[in-house]
């Protein structure tokens, strides 16, 4: 376990990575039931509390065609490596207080968001994608240069489902 735990993520392991090397000894992964099974149900006043404070908002449509294939190129280098993006961005994410109820938020500049893309040549240019920054960012006008760690990765949660969908099919 201490080989396979994950120091940035507080040494939790990543259950993809986990099934791979047990596949690899030999151990196949369990496909008779399907994943949501297991999952934890809340109670609807409960799930209702939860989502009026931490709801995510997540709106594609800000995006131009360049940003959307940003973030479908990370969702499938991310994919193939079996990495989570708080792995994949590691010690460019900081924690900054924020608002006036002096909320902890992760955040990432987004000059290093850009040059971790570039390091594993997901993109060429370090310059920024415009309609990228704002999709991403805290508030923009409060906190420029910015990206809400959280909403990113809800983002590329949503863009993954629909690339590991696409890569199934190739």
């Known amino acids: 376990m201490?080989?396979?735990a994950k120091p940035e993520l507080d040494n939790a392991v990543i259950l993809n990575e986990?099934?791979?090397?047990?596949e690899n000894f030999g151990i196949p992964a369990t496909t008779d039931e399907?994943?949501?099974?297991?999952?934890?149900q809340p109670d609807?006043?409960?799930?209702g509390?939860?989502?009026k404070k931490n709801r995510i908002v997540i709106k594609f449509d800000l995006l131009d065609e360049k940003a959307l294939r940003i973030l479908k190129k990370?969702?499938?280098?991310?994919l193939e490596r079996f990495m989570h993006p708080r792995e994949f961005f590691?010690?460019?994410?900081?924690k900054e207080i924020i608002g006036k109820k002096k909320n902890v938020v992760e955040v990432i500049k987004h000059q290093d968001f850009y040059l971790r893309l570039k390091l594993a040549s997901i993109r060429k240019k370090l310059t920024p994608n415009e309609s990228l920054d704002k999709?991403?960012?805290?508030?923009g006008d409060k906190f420029p240069g910015l990206s809400q760690v959280k909403r990113m990765i809800k983002a590329l949660e949503i863009i993954a489902e629909g690339e590991q969908e696409a890569m199934a099919k190739e």
Do not use: C
Request: no cysteine; glycine share 2%.
């Open 2 to 4: 201490k080989v396979i």
């Open 18 to 22: 986990f099934v791979l090397i047990m």
């Open 34 to 40: 399907e994943e949501y099974l297991n999952d934890y």
């Open 44 to 47: 609807e006043e409960e799930e």
């Open 49 to 51: 509390n939860k989502k």
């Open 74 to 78: 990370l969702a499938r280098f991310l």
């Open 90 to 94: 590691g010690p460019t994410i900081k």
């Open 135 to 139: 999709f991403l960012a805290i508030d």
